[in-house]
């Protein structure tokens, strides 16, 4: 708490109050000195005790009427405030009618930009998809293109193939026949040590006897085994050469699998020139749906019509495009089929 002396009337008084109060108390206290002083100048000398009554009855006076005052304002406030607010709302209704009429022309104006805008995006969209039919088209053909340079690689490839199988089977013949002269020398071979055999028993049975058929067995058993040599060099070719066979039998059924492969990439280019087909026939209906939109808008509009007689002529590319890719792909099943 802190202390504080005002003055009044040349007299002090001590007065307690809060901390932070005391200039507060000071201010009051010279109000209530010039209450006093003004009293004494009107009075004369007065007792301390009538004079500081008579002081709070002039500040009670004083303070009654300011809440008159206040009073009366509050009552003007209050009666300008509900005028003010009646206006308020009479500005609002007018405000809320004036954002109603506003409302509805923009409203009136939005649908008759929607109206302008979708006629414009179904002319957007009739020109995008011309376009894109346009390079869908050129993507046809050369999808179609490289179908038939790569039917016309095939077909050489298998040209190249039945070449090689007949020479394969020329040597193969050949083969066969060397072999088969082969095994008749063979066999001859055969009889001939069968029967030297049986005259070296008979020689041996009776070597006394038969000294000059042994000197000539042998000679005989000298050619034998002369010929026996011919015949294991002539099997030694004969080997070299089915060795040989084999090779290009091996390299006959590379080829073969690779064909076999060909064929496989053949028959898969078959499957997505199909299913092209059957994107070609969705966007023919997709077109002839667009065409008949088309056709049911006024007549009067140059515009559309110029549309109408693009999507036929492109309506009748497309066609031709896909009889086109039917044809090829008939002629390529066919010649893998004959391979």
Do not use: W
Not at 57 to 70: C, G, I, Q
């Amino acid at each position: 708490m802190s202390q504080v002396i005002i003055t009044i009337n040349y007299r002090e008084y001590p007065i307690s109050c809060e901390d932070g109060g005391e200039i507060q108390i000071m201010k009051l206290g010279r109000m209530l000195d010039e209450k006093a002083r003004s009293l004494t100048q009107a009075l004369g000398p007065v007792n301390e005790n009538l004079l500081l009554a008579m002081t709070g009855l002039l500040v009670a006076d004083e303070l009654s009427e300011a809440k008159k005052d206040a009073t009366m304002i509050d009552q003007k406030v209050a009666e300008r405030t509900s005028e003010i607010a009646a206006t308020i709302e009479q500005k609002n209704a007018e405000l809320e009618q004036i954002k109603h009429q506003i409302n509805r022309l923009e409203a009136d104006k939005a649908m008759a930009e929607r109206k302008a805008d979708t006629f414009e995006e179904t002319l957007k969209t009739a020109e995008q998809k011309i376009i894109a039919l346009e390079t869908e088209k050129n993507e046809k053909n050369q999808k179609i293109s490289e179908a038939e340079n790569t039917t016309l690689e095939a077909l050489q490839q298998i040209t190249d193939l039945e070449a090689s199988v007949n020479t394969a089977k020329q040597q193969i013949t050949q083969l066969e026949a060397d072999k088969a002269v082969a095994e008749k020398k063979a066999s001859a071979l055969e009889d001939a040590l069968k029967t030297a055999e049986q005259k070296i028993i008979v020689l041996e049975t009776d070597k006394s006897e038969n000294i000059q058929k042994i000197s000539e067995t042998e000679n005989t058993a000298a050619i034998a085994q002369q010929q026996i040599t011919d015949l294991e060099a002539q099997n030694k070719i004969s080997k070299q050469k089915i060795s040989e066979l084999e090779t290009s039998i091996d390299e006959t059924r590379q080829k073969l699998f690779n064909q076999a492969n060909l064929t496989q990439v053949a028959e898969q280019r078959i499957a997505e020139l199909e299913l092209d087909k059957t994107a070609d026939a969705q966007k023919i209906a997709q077109l002839q749906e667009m065409i008949s939109n088309l056709s049911a808008q006024p007549a009067q509009e140059p515009d559309n019509a110029e549309l109408f007689n693009q999507l036929n002529s492109l309506d009748e590319e497309l066609a031709q495009n896909i009889n086109s890719l039917n044809e090829l792909i008939k002629s390529v099943a066919l010649k893998l089929k004959s391979v």
